[in-house]
């Protein structure tokens, strides 16, 4: 199994408003739709989402990465909890299946840089 080595550092150029990011192929790995949220000024936290196709033959994993912009990059999941909405890491990472598309959007998966 290949492990994803995820380039933070072209979707971290902004902070302030919005940013995407333009699509990436990573060996079987396609990369697109990447954008981060803007988050206010001195926030401890950010989040990051794109869509993930494994055009291999077989499966990957996201486990992590790395970004200029925090100390701390991991890979989250949102869930109800007692009609709470709260987040939590990924332990394992995030398994894509080959032939599989993974979308990270608000609400459900995505990249947290802390
Ligand atoms: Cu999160």
């Given at each position: 199994m290949n492990?994803?080595?995820f380039i933070a550092a072209i979707l971290v150029?902004?902070?302030v408003a919005p940013a995407h990011a333009e699509d990436v192929t990573f060996g079987s790995l396609k990369i697109s739709a990447l954008w981060v949220r803007a988050t206010p000024k001195g926030a401890p936290v950010g989040g990051g989402y794109?869509?993930?196709t494994?055009?291999?033959s077989a499966p990957d994993?996201?486990?992590g990465g790395s970004a200029d912009v925090s100390s701390r990059f991991e890979i989250h999941e949102m869930s109800m909890d007692n009609g709470v909405m709260k987040m939590?890491?990924?332990g394992k990472g995030?398994?894509?299946k080959q032939g599989q598309t993974i979308e990270l959007k608000p609400g459900g998966y995505h990249v947290m840089f802390v």
């Amino acid at each position: 199994m290949n492990r994803i080595q995820f380039i933070a550092a072209i979707l971290v150029g902004c902070w302030v408003a919005p940013a995407h990011a333009e699509d990436v192929t990573f060996g079987s790995l396609k990369i697109s739709a990447l954008w981060v949220r803007a988050t206010p000024k001195g926030a401890p936290v950010g989040g990051g989402y794109m869509t993930i196709t494994n055009t291999g033959s077989a499966p990957d994993r996201l486990i992590g990465g790395s970004a200029d912009v925090s100390s701390r990059f991991e890979i989250h999941e949102m869930s109800m909890d007692n009609g709470v909405m709260k987040m939590r890491p990924v332990g394992k990472g995030l398994e894509i299946k080959q032939g599989q598309t993974i979308e990270l959007k608000p609400g459900g998966y995505h990249v947290m840089f802390v």
